[in-house]
């Protein structure tokens, strides 16, 4: 097993040629500078994978990224959008303005000590599944080395790294967008934890989220049942009305619900129930319009059940919209920062680790880049409203095991390890190295904004799927009962 | 098998002994006088059961009857209650004013000859499974022998036969109390084919139906199924949620239904759908109640999967209001009538079809007449509204082999033979002389209208659960095509 | 509100009466006995109240009770039939041998101030909604008095309380039967907390509950749910499965369910889902039939829906079985020491809690007595199994203001009280007299169980609902998450 | 309105320049031999176009199209695979051997007048929806045409006219397949009716349908429901079970069903219902393994709700293999033949008819040829089977007016005028040219077969969806009820 003591990074041999030398910092010299920080960023990404705080009580983890960019020179700005664990930390002045986003909520539900075989963490009830404690603490390094480049060359330019709560459901992202926080930026830099390393243009779901509440009358259900009208007959009604509507719907869709309230007890004719619906689509419109269909089949089911139902939006977020022009300067510079090597304990790490996986892609994968081809895929994030607002450029690193599953327990595993922060370091000088190529070449950026006007086409008017309600600040704390 | 030449009648006995004399007619000479019209009488069931035929189509059958009664002096008015083959038939003048129920028509979608075993009839499509030939006949005999009583007698006093259509699901009856039909008569009698002898007070259950008809949007069902809108969802999501309210409604509540029309071709998303449900409960203000609640629910099934629905009121009857005083009468007529006994042609067939049978009540107890006690009963006649307008005396008379169920082949069967005529008789000559007593008896009609009054109740108002429909004359004979 | 230092109770002037004296000690000293220890049982019930410790955690409120008979000279035995809680308390020796009910679980998700006003007990997640604080503490106690009886008289006989926990869901007295700790019992005495004064003979319902486990494959619901069985796919076929059997089940069945698990979060296809079900009915041979569709339900929606299920049965009981010849003597009983009646301050409060209650019956009403006659309950115990086992007597005794249901927050506000302690007097008294009368008269015992016997019938076998399973010790304390 | 005597046809001016001269026939003569022809291939295709005949039951329309090729030299095998209506018509002999596929059989459900505007013919109780009339007429003349030419040129080569019946549903070709009438085929030709011109390489789905039939226990659905166990409630738990299977099958996948019988009467407990069910995928063994899922919902439904069900395999057909080398020939030919030209009374007709329809695409468009490019379409047909025996080429010829569905009264109306038959030339001189230069060009065939063998795999072994079933040639004349 990986210490993290041991861990070696490979030489960026192939920047030194690859990266034509910028006034008085050179992208290899960047790349160095991140590189003899990887001790100090793994301190505080494995602090943030021990913390494990979950969505919007980030309290600790926020304040451990935002902490070392203020070290860095960086002004912090907390509780933005109304989120008290969101921030905007910024360096220099002047355009462009580059954005990163840093994430660093993590799952609840799981957990799993940093070894290759299941096992969990006792007492521990969330875990990072989903590798955001690489993310936040990558995005803010990048931040940090573009800002030391923009010292060093005294060129004009601002870097900002903007800490996103949250993103496992509560969307912090979008209120973010919607507080108008990307206003003035230029261009987004993110990325995301994987088993691949890629920098392909793509795009993925749009997604509405809400729980629906169904009241009704309770009654002792052996001597009365007569007298109640079971707020669980109006979810499964809902349910089963949903379930028709799949064959009624274009077939990228996606309808998804959990019950998470379904009565207390059998003898009790249960007068609460909530059932808990995601709607997907490539097509925010579309996820519009179905969600206001599973609307009215909670409506219906309420009616035929003598029931009544409330619903409330928990999140909303648009589908990516994909800058080529973007993700080609994010795919230099992942070429040439290279892929994760495994050294030998890492690699007895990853085929043991690999052992509970599929066997393809093969553990060998995670050294190479993916190539640059359009990609779909079925999942989402409130990042999508934020390429909506600015042209965002992104990344996947390969810091858990190929073949390893987004929210899976190998997830959190490698995620703990050497090989997690090997593939944070990927992340970090691929987009430090791209706020660079940025802030050095203006006509990329008009490139790049010309072609985000006219994907996103000129009668575009962005209406948050969340509609006008708060952030949920108490959605990992609430009880589902009323 | 027994033919119907071969009929020999038992000879009346008990009533030469049990039954007072009356002014110039005595009651034994009243039975007598039906005894000696047997095989006429026969000659007419014989031929309603050979016609078979269905609901508000009954035109040969009914005038048959009407026929015979204009034969006996009745005065006939056809058309009533803007039926066709609904009629009335009156003899004499004054008070009393006594009714009688007859029914005439047939059951679709069964048919057997008169054969102990199974045989269906070729090209046959309905039968006379709930004995409706003999129920006519005898009913009519029994108005031409109460008006021979009125005749030779000089009595005051009306007697009226009521020709009702289409009891199987027409509720012709509640559309002939609504026209007010009913509101001159002192009292009605009406009898019923059955296993068994009995006279004992007793009441069902109230009934409303409908057919519920769903519209949807067609769509290939392969290449365009997300712009269709089935109009089947809407027939399942109401049927689920009705399924939903069998936990919440009174235990004794009745519930069902069949789907009509699901469809015309899987490759097509169905624009039409239709399903008829029935609901039923002791109680007919219950049932109005749940009614309005099935309604929901389709109202409900529409909203929820983007189909529309209508629904047209088929049928819906009254519980029976049971007159003690009343079923006392009709009892003592029909313990002085007496039982049917099988001649030995007549027992082998009984024993032949018994085969079939559940092996309890045994044949032998057609001969029997059952106790007298309150007795509950999970079904439905158009009957019930009359009950609640008129003080209705009823029995049920051994025209079918004990232990037959309505509806069954072996009730067409046994109907078409002798041992149906016996019970025909029985069902006669009690009912005759049932009026024959009521109108001799004028505190006795008094005694049983004051328990009438004080059973429905002061507030009692009659709001029949049909509505305002008209009657569905053409019910039928329509496809549930669009 | 009544404070229980200013309880007043009613001179038992009837009884000095009614009873006639025994040989060194009358029933009248008996109840007296009883009235001269209220203090003491009163601070007992409200520990017990204020523990409010839930099924088969009853360790302090057991503690109490088995504490307080050792006190009076019985002998415990703890830990009968494998449960920890679960005790046995013996005084005397030879025949007759009489057994008393105790119960003293709270019911979990209810509490409530002992004030005429709803107001949660921050922190507290249990109440005695059902009053088996009062339960346990009346039979304690007239056990204490009937062993007081058998000392002064020196008469032979055994008088037992049997400490039986987790009424609510738990079942313990089925394994207490089946472990043989009732065979040499003659006849049992038991009572509940109610708002009524009653002692009649009636039934109430078998019941068998179980938890139905669904195991499908989890699988990212929007980017992979084709790989991905949902097991809340099969709990909801079930449920749809079992809503289609309400129509063929006979009337007097209850189903029941509540989901305990419906997923995770909407973004996982559930690989794990729990269903909580109680069949019911007044058969328990009925209840095991249905039961068997019930599983039937599961097996089928496991195989429709590509997923797999257990169950594992949670509790299941008789129904009473009444014995006519035993509630007389308990009725007489109850008439001689009469209702509750309430003082000024418990008036107020009674009729305070009245507001939030149906106005029938009156809060007059707790003073009398319920007339004799067969009534049925639409609900279950595990005393059914008792008294299959052995003659088992019965008494409501008005602790909860009239129209109280069980398992509400008034029920626990009441038994809190003055008036609950007023009840639990009643019940003490009762229960001891009728001993007292049974000691005393063994041709009245012989009767009764004469009477068991015939009841029961001779081919009856004992078959516990619950199987072979062993007590769920940890029904309450288990989370349903695999 | 166009009159059939008013057509005009284009000269083929493009063809007397593409078309290389073959030894004493010129491509061009083969046009014209069909072109002068033409009144007497509307008189066949009308005739076919009145008889609608169903499939199966296609006597007539199968006799005028097999008259027509022995009239030609044809020989005529009749009865092929068991089935009475379908035919060979061979002509010629030796390498290659190329096959015709030719159609005939009507839609039940639907029919029209030959008018722009909604008109049902009174009486008629089907129609040809799907241009069957002109599918038959168009390959039976390519046929004689091609057999002309080889009458002509003395050239080696074999053309067949496969008549297959019953394509809607009854899935004749794959039997034909089975039975090994096409294992000496070399190449196969195809088309069908539509609104465009097309001879795109493409494929579409696999089908695997089927009939459930659920057997229950019949009972007075009010008196004994708990008797009775309704076969409606297996169908309808089966649909439940299936449309929560819709989330977990590939988004490509296509389930969809009608409820065929769901029930007689609503005071029965139905013992028989009957559904049916259609499983499409592109891939065929995609649809047999959720067939078989959906084969465990009816067992499932069964179970879990006390019936029974068998099933019938009804149809099957694989997707189509396009074969682009073949492709590539038949799209040479079309555009050489163009598209259709509507003289001024057939453009008011489509004008008056496009006013029913989608104003895309355009009336005009039907004079063009869609470009030549990989098409998917959402449906299936039975000559899927036929391309994975044989290299299979077709196209679309636009009989209908731009923008009409297959099976709408719009299809039915222009394949009833000159429209029709313009489209239908249009298919048949494309057939006959393509058939004309695969005899003419052996290493064309070679290339085709060659790409054939390399698409299907090598280890493709052909295992018909339809199974071991018979031919079901009463598919279209039975009734559901049992």
């Known amino acids: ?22 006034a008085q910092m050179s992208k290899s010299e960047v790349a160095s500078f991140l590189d003899e920080r990887e001790e100090r960023l793994t301190d505080i990404a494995m602090r943030i994978w021990d913390l494990a705080e979950v969505g919007y009580l980030e309290e ?24 008290p664990t969101a ?7 002047g355009s462009p303005v580059i954005g990163v986003l840093g994430e660093f909520d993590a799952l609840p539900g799981i957990n799993q000590a940093a070894v290759p075989y299941r096992q969990p963490i006792e007492g521990k009830i969330a875990g990072h599944a989903c590798g955001h404690h690489l993310y936040g603490t990558a995005s803010s390094a990048a931040a940090i080395g573009a800002a030391e480049w923009l010292k060093r060359t005294g060129s004009p330019g601002t870097i ?51 729980k629906f509440r169904f009241s009704g009358v309770s009654a002792h259900a052996a001597s009365a049942p007569e007298q109640g009208r079971s707020a669980l007959d109006g979810v499964e009604a809902m349910n089963f009305m949903v379930n028709l509507m799949r064959e009624h719907v274009p077939q990228e869709t996606r309808l998804h619900y959990v019950i998470t309230y379904g009565g207390a007890a059998p003898n009790v004719v249960p007068d609460f129930s909530e059932v808990y619906y995601y709607v997907r689509h490539p097509d925010p419109e579309v996820v519009r319009s179905i969600f206001e269909r599973v609307v009215a089949a909670s409506a219906g089911a309420a009616e035929g059940t003598g029931t009544s139902v409330e619903y409330e939006v928990i999140g909303g977020a ?40 599929p066997p393809n892609p093969s553990v060998a994968s995670a050294a190479t880049i993916q190539p640059f081809e359009h ?19 992104t990344l996947s ?52 904004r010309a072609e985000f006007e006219k994907s996103r086409g000129a009668d575009f008017r962005y209406d948050p799927l969340i509609g006008d309600r708060d952030p949920p600040l108490d959605y990992r704390a609430r009880s589902p009962m009323p």
Not at 64 to 81: N, P, Q
Not at 327 to 334: D, T
Request: overall charge negative; glycine content about 10%; hydrophobic content about 50%.
């Open 60 to 83: 600790e983890s926020s304040a451990l990224l935002a902490g070392e960019l203020e070290a860095h020179g960086f002004t912090v700005e907390w509780g933005v959008a109304g989120i």
């Open 160 to 210: 900002r790294l903007y800490g996103t709560p949250a993103e496992e459901g509560g969307s912090a992202k979008v209120y973010m967008v919607r507080a108008g926080l990307f206003d003035d930026v230029d261009v987004v830099l993110a990325w995301h934890a994987s088993g691949v390393n890629s920098a392909s243009p793509g795009s993925n779901l749009a997604v509405k989220s809400a």
């Open 397 to 448: 690193a390969a810091t858990w095991i190929p073949g390893t599953a987004a929210h899976s327990w190998q997830a959190i595993a490698a995620g703990g390890t050497t090989i997690g922060v090997k593939g944070m370091m990927v992340a970090a000088k691929t987009l430090a190295l791209t706020a660079v190529d940025l802030f050095s070449d203006p006509a990329r950026v008009a490139t790049i």
């Open 87 to 93: 921030f905007v930390a910024t360096y220099g002045s």
């Open 318 to 357: 648009y589908s990516r919209l994909p800058i080529v022009a973007l993700q080609e300067v994010v795919y230099e510079n992942l070429t040439s920062v290279g892929g994760v090597f495994y050294d030998d304990q890492e690699l007895a790490f990853a085929e043991a680790l690999k052992g509970t996986l």
């Open 1 to 22: 097993m990986p210490k993290r003591a041991l861990m070696h990074v490979l030489p960026l041999l192939a920047l030194t040629v690859a990266v034509p030398s910028a």
């Open 375 to 393: 990609r779909m895929t079925y999942a989402s994030s409130d990042a999508g409203d934020v390429s909506w607002k600015v042209p965002a450029g």
